[in-house]
């Protein structure tokens, strides 16, 4: 018995010397700049204890901003991975400032998010536009266009901006959402809510150029994302260059938007979900080789806020192999005053399914005055479709309000002066197109 | 080896490498010493066999073993109870006598020249009435002997298949053993589930060695990687004692190998397997016929050719772009071919050489496996609730029908060396498993919504590559003083695991405008994904045991102290690929996309192109060391009563080192610190002879596992959900009572009724913890669960019936649970939210994984004289809550599998050493089905697979 207790204590002590010998080293490290690598343009340095990377034209903007800040248009702000503006803070982008974003994917996408309740106070002017594009984009002060990168195919560099406010909502259940790609732990990612005239800032005059990288679970981020932004928000004069998803997509919301321009998009050009409200007033559209619809319109997909309505109207829209306009999933709004050019001999209107084509046929969906210059041969009844069959006077219905000319109407009050000057397409020379 | 010499930190693991190759020269040199040993002693025959105390069910140590009147040939028996007389052939008589036991003397033992006659007894102590006990040894044959035994005596509550059970049901590995042991389930003929309790609540270990398993996510060890025939037992611990680890619940499932066969092993086994669905069909699927992947070790051929973790390049012109994008393999299409048979060879050896003072045991396994695996229209599919909350049906938003083929190599190789000198004995054990699965699939999507119109219409080409390995060492010393009635024990155990995803190639065509497009905003993608995982473990174990005597009968003290540790490295690294242009036009062979002219050229800044990076949010690495201490005692307090009590004292922690989307980061900071009491008192009343009553209390734990408790945020294509960790969890802890009324009627039969009930405090379960992405999951401890269940277990022979049916025994086992869980009030909230009209929300619900009943029947016919066996069996697990649903997304059951099985196995030959066998599997031809469940009984498919049946030939030879 002696002789197994001092046996069980020497076992005992073997591993309580093994347990208290086994803690980690608490050393506090000296901060030095040898394992920073700084992007290019920057250089590390050492203060109060923090190695930062600094730069007299640039700098990097990387992790949430959670207080009031400026950023000021004698320096180039380059976009470091996801920057998520919270807490009620308030980012205010001076008028001529250029943002780059660096390239990567995933959760190291650059993007710029307002999350709900925080303001984005970017006002450009006409003369001093905001511009977002690649860090690889040569363009920089006082300049409007880069040169290096090719107008139609330089996609996907970057990521976008996410606007996200507290204005209703239709999402699959409930009145709120995740805003797609950010995983539901980044509380900064949600949006919805029910302040119909919510503010999220003033939006201005800005362009947004070669994005839509992929942002997280398969997902691509579009040129300019609205998650529920609310009326008070002013938007007017932006512009989507060649993203790789969507040019400007509207996810509920009752915002008003006017004077837009989409351009060489690898998704659709605008495109509507969960019941937005507002009004898109006065766009334009150029289509790229690997651009699909013009226009894609689906309805409220849960049962709150189950009446949001929009309208799209004066616009001009210039197609290439993609379609005019794709209406699915409850889709219910006003379309009109719309001249479509360009586009192919197979592009068509369509109503993707029956409750869709209900909604056209109780007037729910209204489509009027939208003139389609389209190639020789293709009749209105040829441009409409309805996919489910339900409504066999639909070709005859879409025939009486809408035609087939090659002159746009004067009811179509489109202005394509209101992208001159700051934008992309006319420094590009583009806007002779319309 | 050749990623561990890369990598300078894997140093250890190097290390650990070039012991086991020095051991390994030390141990060949050993086995060709007894090699050499055994032609020197087969001139005469031997008696072989093991002394077991029948009311203790343990060995008995120093029994005087003779033969005649024992003045030529007697020996004792050793600290393992086993004895070895070396006698000349012919007929004997063997008395086997001790101090204060009933001497027993067998009559009839036939030794034959150079061949082992095996007399295994069990010795009841002296009563006034009974002196000697004699009996021939014929009639002592075709027992469960030793495991039964145990069972019957043991404290705490234990199920098992001994060996001689595995020979006479033919099951050639553990994994079809297994099946025969109340309350198991296995899962793909390889995976674990005790009590219906998910794979959280089992462990599976070796030789009472923990070991990683193949499968990083699982706790268990895929068990069907050991041959029946290196295998001594199989126990099942239902119960907790101190002398076990804390962690589990269901219970704990101990494989232990054979130290030092009775009897020389020389098997030499093929067989070749048929089935109905993938066996020469010639659409089975295949790609990169790679001559390394036919030994599982594909995964260098298809490693990542970039540094994973610089960012490439922009398509401005760049010359570094096009050298990246084109240092890609070429090949993304998937190939038909048709399958030849499944095929699996093993070759198993083993034997025990008796010296004057010293014994040496070895065994040696050698296995290989070729099987095809190919799933017809494998559906997976999504519902979701309607909008309208009154209507009760549910809307199909996603069809997805996949053709899926699987080829997987799988081969085992094991060494065991023992030696036992007097009163010590020690072993080494050496295992290495290499697994290598390639799978290949085309699939067709298409998903919709209410209105029942496809939206999006998509092909898809997955290219799959996995490469799995477990390398392990297990080294066991144990002295014995038999007269203090004194035994310590150390183990200790290094294990390297490695599971490598190589190149995981997706192609997904959007195809809803009739050709073919990549359109990333509607699903299309072009991907190449790398994963990676290592996991180094080092196991240590030391245990003290001393019996003594008292008033009531003999009592037992064990202490001891085990220490576990182990670390893991994960990394992802993901990239895709796009056009930079406009000029392709897509033909739908996804080889097209990396064909030489389609590649991205740096002068006309055209063609596809790489982009990607590591993921941070998807790398981590993490550690765990537990550290535990027992005392225990087990004492009768009388006659008729036992009792085992202790506790075990567990410090853990576990340490994390990652980063994730939300900016938080760790660098081996201690997230998990914790030191837990884990008490446990079990009671046995023996009310009459082959009677007990038993009761238990104990309290157990379940620690989270690395991938859980980090902040990694992992998506899978696959299944289109992201799985984001969750660093806060906590460990479960378990009260648990069991309550069992056994009866051990004739030899080798049996009935019980359990009863057990655990209360689970904070336990984890993989949930959707938010209405707004369904699709991400996040394992959480959900409110307190409680499981309640009983048990039945029936063994009997048939021939009380008829003579005729000697030989015919059926056995079953049923167990039937309930289980609750109280929901969180995020998932009550987003329940009541799509609430339909007329239904009602409880507070409760089904345990996630937990089936309400398991049946499991057989019918065995053996017969040792013809060598015939025959073995029918059923088994089948009911319906349980698999994928708990929140807001539109309705819970999803996993339904009922009827797995019928056939076995027919026959001896041939003057000596019976060849076998040839038969066996049939999935006779119904039964699906594994998954289904959406919502109010108003509409149900939806989730999944469904259609494995077919499968039938295999066998022969094997005993040399």
């Not at chain 2, 696959?718 to 660093?727: A, E, H, S, V």
Request: net charge negative; charged share 20%.
């Amino acid at each position: 018995m002696n002789k197994f207790f001092k046996f069980l204590c020497f076992g005992l002590v073997t591993v309580v010397v093994c347990f208290t010998s086994c803690g980690e080293d608490d050393s506090t490290p000296v901060v030095t700049c040898d394992n920073v690598q700084c992007p290019e343009g920057f250089e590390c340095q050492v203060s109060n204890g923090i190695a930062e990377c600094f730069s007299s034209s640039l700098k990097l903007v990387n992790g949430d901003i959670t207080a009031d800040q400026t950023w000021t248009a004698d320096k180039i702000w380059v976009l470091d991975g996801r920057v998520i503006v919270d807490n009620g803070a308030t980012l205010t982008i001076e008028p001529g400032t250029i943002i780059k974003g660096k390239g990567g994917i995933g959760s190291l996408a650059s993007a710029l998010v307002i999350a709900r309740g925080s303001k984005i106070m970017a006002a450009g002017t006409a003369s001093q536009p905001i511009i977002f594009t690649s860090e690889s984009d040569n363009i920089t002060f006082g300049q409007k266009v880069g040169t290096n990168l090719d107008p139609e195919t330089s996609r996907g560099f970057w990521g976008g901006v996410i606007i996200l406010g507290n204005a209703p909502i239709s999402p699959k259940s409930g009145t709120t959402e995740q805003i797609e790609g950010i995983p539901a732990n980044v509380l900064g990612g949600n949006y919805g809510g029910n302040d119909t005239e919510d503010n999220s800032g003033v939006f201005t005059y800005v362009s947004i150029r070669h994005g839509g990288t992929l942002i997280g679970n398969g997902n691509e981020i579009n040129g300019l994302t609205l998650g529920g932004v609310g009326a008070g928000t002013t938007i007017h004069h932006v512009e989507v260059v060649a993203n790789v998803d969507d040019g400007i997509e509207f996810f509920g919301g009752t915002v008003n938007v006017s004077n837009t321009i989409v351009m060489y998009q690898g998704d659709d050009a605008y495109d509507v979900d969960q019941g937005y409200a507002g009004t898109l007033e006065n766009f334009a559209y150029i289509a790229g080789g690997s651009s699909d619809h013009a226009l894609e319109i689906d309805g409220p997909e849960g049962s709150e806020n189950p009446n949001g309505k929009f309208t799209f109207q004066n616009g001009y829209l210039i197609g290439d192999v993609g379609g005019y306009a794709d209406f699915r999933s409850r889709a219910q709004g006003t379309i009109k005053n719309l001249f479509f050019t360009g586009f192919a001999t197979d592009a068509s209107v369509e109503l993707d399914d029956s409750v869709t084509s209900a909604n056209y046929s109780n007037g729910d969906l209204v489509l009027e005055n939208l003139v389609f210059d389209a190639p020789n041969g293709v009749s209105i009844e040829d441009i409409s479709e309805d996919k489910s069959n339900d409504n066999p006077n639909f070709d005859a219905d879409f025939a009486i309000a809408n035609s087939v000319s090659n002159i746009k109407p004067a009811a179509n009050t489109f202005d394509k002066s209101a992208f001159a000057g700051w934008s992309f397409a006319d420094n590009k020379g583009m806007l002779g197109e319309f | 080896m050749d990623t561990l010499k890369e990598a300078p930190r894997d140093r250890n693991f190097l290390l650990f490498f070039i012991k086991i190759q020095i051991q390994m020269k030390q141990f060949i040199l050993f086995i060709s010493t007894i090699l050499f040993a055994y032609t020197l002693t087969a001139q005469s025959g031997t008696i072989r066999g093991i002394v077991i105390d029948d009311d203790l069910g343990e060995t008995v140590i120093g029994a005087n073993v003779y033969v005649g009147n024992g003045a030529a040939y007697g020996t004792f028996t050793d600290i393992d109870g086993a004895y070895n007389l070396n006698v000349p052939a012919g007929t004997h008589t063997l008395t086997f006598s001790y101090t204060s036991y009933t001497t027993q003397t067998i009559n009839e033992v036939v030794v034959k020249e150079g061949e082992v006659t095996v007399i295994d007894i069990r010795m009841k102590e002296a009563t006034e009435l009974i002196e000697e006990v004699v009996v021939t040894a014929k009639s002592i044959k075709n027992t469960e002997s030793a495991l039964l035994t145990m069972q019957k005596k043991s404290a705490n509550v234990i199920d098992g298949v001994s060996a001689q059970a595995i020979a006479k049901s033919g099951d050639s590995d553990v994994g079809e053993a297994i099946k025969r042991v109340t309350g198991v389930t296995v899962e793909g003929g390889k995976n674990v589930y005790v009590r219906g309790l998910g794979d959280r609540y089992t462990k599976t270990i070796l030789n009472e060695m923990e070991l990683p398993s193949l499968d990083p996510d699982r706790n268990t060890i895929q068990i069907d990687l050991f041959p029946t025939n290196i295998v001594d037992n199989i126990v099942v611990y239902k119960t907790f004692t101190p002398d076990l680890a804390g962690d589990f619940t269901g219970g704990t499932v101990d494989i232990k190998l054979k130290d030092f066969p009775e009897q020389k092993i020389f098997n030499i086994s093929a067989s070749l397997g048929y089935n109905s669905v993938t066996s020469f069909n010639n659409q089975f699927l295949t790609y990169d016929s790679k001559s390394a992947d036919i030994f599982g070790l594909g995964a260098d051929n298809r490693a990542l050719p970039l540094d994973k973790d610089a960012l490439t390049p922009l398509p401005v012109f760049s010359t570094e772009l096009e050298e990246q994008t084109r240092s890609f393999g070429s090949n993304m299409s998937t190939q038909t071919t048709s399958p030849f048979l499944n095929q699996s060879y093993n070759i198993s050896l083993g034997n025990q050489i008796n010296r004057d003072k010293v014994t040496l045991g070895y065994s040696a396994a050698l296995g290989y496996k070729n099987n095809n695996t190919h799933l017809e229209d494998a559906v997976i599919n999504q519902y979701w609730k309607n909008s309208n909350k009154s209507i009760n049906g549910l809307v199909d938003i996603e069809t997805d029908i996949s053709q899926i083929s699987t080829n997987e190599v799988l081969w085992n190789g094991l060494l065991n060396g023992s030696v036992k000198f007097g009163n010590t004995s020690s072993s080494l054990s050496l295992f290495h498993t290499q697994d290598g699965i390639k799978t290949a699939s085309r699939g067709n999507t298409t998903t919709g919504d209410e209105s029942g119109t496809p939206n999006t219409t998509l092909e898809r080409h997955v290219l799959y590559y996995n490469q799995r390995s477990i390398s392990n060492a297990v080294f066991d010393v144990r002295h014995v003083l038999p007269k203090q009635k004194l035994e310590f024990s150390f183990k200790a155990s290094p294990s390297l695991s490695l599971n490598k995803e190589p190149d995981i190639r997706q192609t997904i065509y959007n195809t809803e405008d009739g050709g073919y497009s990549l359109n990333p905003g509607e699903g299309g993608l072009v991907s190449r994904v790398y994963r990676d995982l290592q996991e180094f473990a080092v196991n240590g174990k030391f245990d003290v045991k001393k019996e003594f005597k008292m008033k009531t009968g003999e009592a037992k003290i064990k202490g001891g102290a085990a220490y576990f540790t182990k670390f893991r490295d994960f990394s992802v690294v993901e990239y895709n690929f796009r056009e930079s242009g406009n000029d392709m036009i897509f033909t739908g062979d996804p080889n097209q996309l990396f064909e030489d002219k389609s590649l991205y050229d740096a002068t006309t800044n055209t063609g596809i192109y790489v982009s990607g990076q590591t993921e941070p949010s998807n790398t981590y690495e993490a550690s765990q060391d537990v550290l535990g201490f027992y005392v225990m005692s087990e004492m009768p307090l009388s006659k008729k009563i036992k009792v085992i009590y202790g506790a075990r004292a567990e410090k853990v922690t576990m340490k994390y080192t990652g980063s994730n989307q939300t900016g938080m980061s760790f660098d081996k900071e201690t997230v998990l610190d914790n030191f837990d009491i884990l008490p446990s008192m079990n009671l046995v009343y023996n009310m009459k002879e082959n009677m007990n009553w038993r009761a238990s209390y104990s309290r157990t734990l379940v620690r989270p596992s690395f991938k859980e408790k980090s902040i990694a945020q992992i998506y899978d294509a696959i299944t289109n959900t992201t799985f984001i960790g969750n660093i806060d969890l906590e460990q479960t802890y378990i009260n648990n009572v069991d309550l069992r009324w056994e009866y051990f009627f004739n030899q080798g039969e049996i009935l019980s009724v359990s009863g057990f009930y655990k209360q689970f405090q904070d336990p984890i379960e993989l949930v959707a913890y938010s209405a707004e992405t369904p699709n991400d999951l996040q394992p959480r401890n959900v409110g307190d669960a409680a499981v309640i269940g009983v048990e039945l277990e029936a063994r009997k022979k048939l021939n009380f019936f008829s003579e005729k049916l000697d030989g015919l025994s059926l056995g079953t086992n049923i167990s039937l649970i309930r289980s609750t869980v109280e929901m969180n009030e995020t998932e009550y909230n987003a329940r009541l939210t799509e609430v339909r009209e007329g239904e009602t929300i409880d507070r409760e619900r089904d345990m996630q994984g937990q089936s309400p009943y398991i049946v499991n029947a057989y019918l065995n016919y053996s017969n040792i004289e013809s060598g015939l066996e025959a073995n029918l069996s059923y088994n089948i697990q009911g319906e349980r809550l698999s994928i708990v649903g929140i807001s539109r997304n309705p819970d999803i059951y996993e339904s009922p599998f009827h797995s019928v099985n056939f076995r027919l196995a026959k001896q041939l030959g003057k000596d019976k050493q060849w076998r040839v066998s038969l066996a049939a599997k999935n006779l119904l031809n039964a699906s594994r089905k998954m289904t959406y469940q919502s109010f108003g009984d509409v149900e939806e498919l989730y999944r469904l697979r259609k494995p077919g049946m499968s039938f295999s030939l066998g022969i094997a030879c005993r040399l």
